[in-house]
């Protein structure tokens, strides 16, 4: 029998290049008893990296779309982001001749890249409270969310 894809969700705040450091935001938020970032709760960790690591689903269904023609790109991405992780440059160019950095493409799902982060385990949800937006705006402005399950 094949393996059965996860129901576990991962939940991934990520913060911005520059940003406040990962330990500082999740030790913001939980002075403030903002710990449930996200609707129902999650046990939250805090990370940091040298390098920026991508964050997507996991699960298939991923799609990647040139922010310039709108054209799919999920393939040539998926070869670009192994470049750049052989410590290429993080550049995808698009059928269309547009280059971009990698962050700049379309996905779906969300995904993103990341140096620091905040990794909630068993989430309920990927819905942010209330609290925690307004929170997370302030500490790291542009933060995504990004769910993986498995």
Same mark, same amino acid.
């Given at each position: 029998? =094949?393996?059965?894809?996860?129901?576990? /969700? #991962?939940? @991934?705040?990520?913060? =911005?290049?520059?940003?406040? +450091?990962?330990?500082?935001?999740?030790?913001? /938020?939980?002075?403030?008893? $903002?710990? *449930?970032?996200?609707?129902?709760?999650? *046990?939250?960790? %805090?990370?940091?990296?040298?390098? $920026?690591?991508?964050?997507?689903?996991?699960?298939?269904? !991923?799609?990647?779309?040139?922010?310039?023609? $709108? %054209?799919?790109?999920?393939?040539? @991405?998926?070869?670009?982001?192994?470049?750049?992780?052989?410590?290429?440059?993080?550049? !995808? #160019?698009? #059928?269309?001749? &547009?280059?971009?950095? /990698?962050?700049?493409?379309?996905?779906? =799902?969300?995904?993103?890249?990341?140096?620091?982060? /905040?990794?909630?385990?068993?989430? %309920?949800?990927?819905?942010? #409270? =209330?609290?925690?937006?307004?929170?997370?705006?302030?500490?790291? +402005?542009? !933060?995504?969310? &990004?769910?993986?399950?498995?």
């Amino acid at each position: 029998m =094949p393996p059965r894809a996860s129901s576990r /969700l #991962t939940a @991934f705040v990520l913060g =911005p290049a520059g940003g406040a +450091p990962a330990t500082e935001v999740l030790l913001a /938020l939980s002075a403030e008893g $903002e710990v *449930d970032v996200v609707e129902g709760g999650a *046990d939250w960790t %805090a990370h940091e990296a040298e390098r $920026e690591h991508f964050f997507a689903n996991g699960q298939g269904g !991923f799609r990647v779309v040139c922010p310039a023609c $709108e %054209a799919q790109a999920t393939s040539r @991405f998926w070869k670009a982001l192994e470049a750049w992780r052989q410590g290429g440059a993080r550049t !995808f #160019t698009c #059928t269309c001749g &547009v280059s971009s950095d /990698l962050a700049e493409l379309q996905f779906f =799902p969300a995904a993103g890249f990341a140096a620091r982060w /905040l990794r909630g385990a068993k989430a %309920a949800s990927l819905d942010l #409270t =209330p609290a925690a937006q307004a929170r997370l705006e302030s500490l790291w +402005p542009g !933060f995504r969310v &990004v769910g993986s399950r498995g």
